[in-house]
């Protein structure tokens, strides 16, 4: 099994530009949620797909965007980058919302 | 919002010295906990969870301790060695999120000295 995968591991964008994260979840995990990390801060949700919708959202603005797959597997997408955005960006799967969160190693967004 | 807060952010212990990460949570409707640990450059990795009808829960060199009275969690690790170096978080399960949506506190440095 191996686990949450997460693509690519680092990115290097132009303030204004667009990025797209992928995900696969962990086999039979059909959850995946999308977190921020900041340097030095632990991580922030950003939002939650079930069943190809998002479910919940955290404060997060509309520059921030995502999909669902029939696989499971899911897309993060941020318009308009700002500097601010530089962070790592973790994926999360989980079996149900009374087990652990499975996390991929994350991709390291820097924004320049 | 985030509800999850910890006490120290950093805390070095001597190897083979029991190490007590601590964690303080505000909503009292929590009903699910996790630690994580996080080494440079990866990603969280599950440690130990616990459910709020539980007080105390034991791992593998792990212990977590559960005080909902004061809304305190606390994870304890013995012996600690070298390759415990790392962030730890304590996560706290959203308890109106079906899905489960975790908040993150803002970690703990642990360091390790030979």
């Known amino acids: 099994d191996a686990g949450v995968t997460q693509s690519p591991t680092h990115l290097i964008k132009t303030r204004g530009q667009q990025v797209t994260l992928r995900c696969s979840p962990k086999s039979g995990h059909d959850t995946v949620s999308w977190y921020q990390q900041a340097l030095g801060q632990g991580p922030q949700f950003i939002f939650q797909y079930y069943e190809e919708e998002e479910r919940q959202r955290g404060n997060f603005p509309d520059r921030f965007s995502g999909h669902q797959f029939p696989n499971y597997s899911s897309e993060l997408n941020v318009n308009a980058l700002l500097l601010g955005d530089s962070a790592l960006y973790l994926c999360a799967s989980r079996l149900n919302r009374n087990t652990e969160a499975f996390f991929g190693q994350g991709t390291r967004l820097t924004v320049v | 919002g985030e509800s999850v807060g910890l006490h120290l952010p950093t805390l070095s212990v001597q190897e083979g010295d029991n190490s007590i990460i601590n964690c303080a949570y505000s909503n009292s409707a929590s009903d699910y906990f996790i630690w994580y640990k996080q080494e440079s450059g990866k990603g969280p990795q599950f440690i130990i969870d616990i459910r709020s009808n539980m007080d105390k829960r034991q791992g593998q060199r792990v212990t977590v301790l559960l005080n909902k009275t004061v809304k305190h969690l606390s994870l304890q690790i013995a012996a600690t060695q070298p390759g415990d170096s790392a962030v730890y978080f304590c996560?706290?399960?959203?308890?109106?999120?079906?899905?489960?949506?975790?908040?993150f506190g803002r970690g703990t440095q642990l360091t390790v000295w030979p």
């Open positions: 996560a706290e399960n959203d308890r109106g999120s079906t899905l489960g949506r975790l908040y």
